[in-house]
């Protein structure tokens, strides 16, 4: 579609326009939660069962929302391109790949062909990703510390859930690599992130959200140092007791999430809490029953209450036409 028509089309607000790339972060969490419960069910022997619908709806829900915004990038390619472009939002394309790289997790024991599938899609599309964010950060002219939030752990830190999968579909170097990758850029974006924090001031509302992200590297570090070594070890244990360490902070701060206005960027509550929860169910599959049985489960209720209150403010917002409005996203 040419420029021209493109503005022909913009002469009223579009819904679709500003569908925005955040609406990849309901896929993270969807697929975070569905995996979490797969997990507990087996782990935990629970009788719920209810895996395969948690699974099912949330194929459903990241079909539509890949769907939406493919049209968009038909209908409104500058849209996408100005996201791409801008400082703070080209952190959450790669979250794009990353949905494929769950989904792949997610069906690896269900339909292991659409698990490789997407494992390559996803893998190849957020290796390139990552190198083009990282040339952006090299090579940038456009960005200053007030861009800087949790959100820029996405493309690069990434990397570390590779080998989730990956271990099943790839030669194990493939996976060491991405692993590497990911854990090389992690404690460096955290030293700039909290310098960013300490000495520049508070994120934008929006972004406060983000800060669960910080939870989100260290957990799913020892989820893939799981898969890759087939034991926790003690390096899992020390990822484990950093991840443990930011929840707890982020519990320690709840009075300031609690007052802020729903922002799409809420569901960057969801991805971490069920990458935590997936990584205490290690902790408790190797432990045998005792504490971290206790807190993988606490946990799980609380990611579910979670995923239904976010799916619940999600379509109230929706129905009053308060999300995909200019700069929501």
Not at 109 to 127: C, D
Not at 169 to 177: E, G, K, L
Not at 256 to 261: A, D, G, N, W
Not at 285 to 301: D, K, N, Q, R, T
Request: with cysteine; hydrophobic share 55%.
């Amino acid at each position: 579609m040419t420029p021209e028509k493109e503005i022909a089309l913009d002469h009223k607000p579009s819904r679709l326009k500003n569908f925005g790339i955040s609406w990849f972060g309901v896929v993270m969490g969807m697929f975070g939660f569905a995996i979490a419960v797969s997990r507990a069910e087996e782990i935990l022997h629970l009788k719920l069962h209810v895996s395969p619908y948690v699974l099912a709806l949330t194929a459903v829900v990241s079909l539509a929302i890949a769907s939406l915004y493919l049209a968009k990038a038909v209908r409104y390619p500058r849209s996408v391109l100005d996201e791409v472009a801008h400082p703070q939002k080209i952190s959450f394309m790669p979250t794009i790949t990353i949905g494929l790289i769950l989904t792949s997790i997610a069906f690896l024991q269900i339909s292991p062909s659409l698990s490789f599938w997407t494992w390559v899609l996803g893998t190849a599309g957020h290796f390139f990703l990552t190198l083009y964010v990282v040339s952006s950060w090299v090579h940038h002219t456009r960005y200053d510390i007030k861009h800087l939030n949790p959100a820029w752990f996405i493309p690069v830190v990434g990397n570390i859930l590779v080998p989730v999968a990956g271990v099943s579909h790839a030669p194990i170097d493939v996976s060491w690599f991405f692993f590497s990758l990911g854990l090389f850029f992690w404690p460096v974006l955290m030293s700039i992130i909290f310098y960013r924090l300490l000495f520049h001031g508070s994120l934008p509302e929006r972004f406060i959200p983000t800060l669960f992200i910080l939870i989100a590297p260290p957990a799913v570090a020892l989820i893939s140092w799981y898969k890759l070594t087939g034991s926790t070890g003690d390096f899992g244990r020390v990822m484990y007791g950093i991840a443990l360490f930011f929840f707890v902070l982020i519990l320690f701060q709840a009075k300031y999430f609690v007052r802020l206005k729903f922002y799409l960027s809420w569901w960057a509550y969801s991805f971490p809490v069920a990458a935590m929860t997936i990584a205490t169910l290690i902790m408790g599959e190797e432990s045998g029953p005792g504490f971290y049985h206790v807190l993988a489960v606490g946990l799980l209720v609380c990611l579910a209450a979670l995923v239904a209150l976010l799916i619940i403010l999600t379509g109230i917002n929706i129905s009053r036409k308060a999300i995909c409005v200019e700069e929501d996203h």
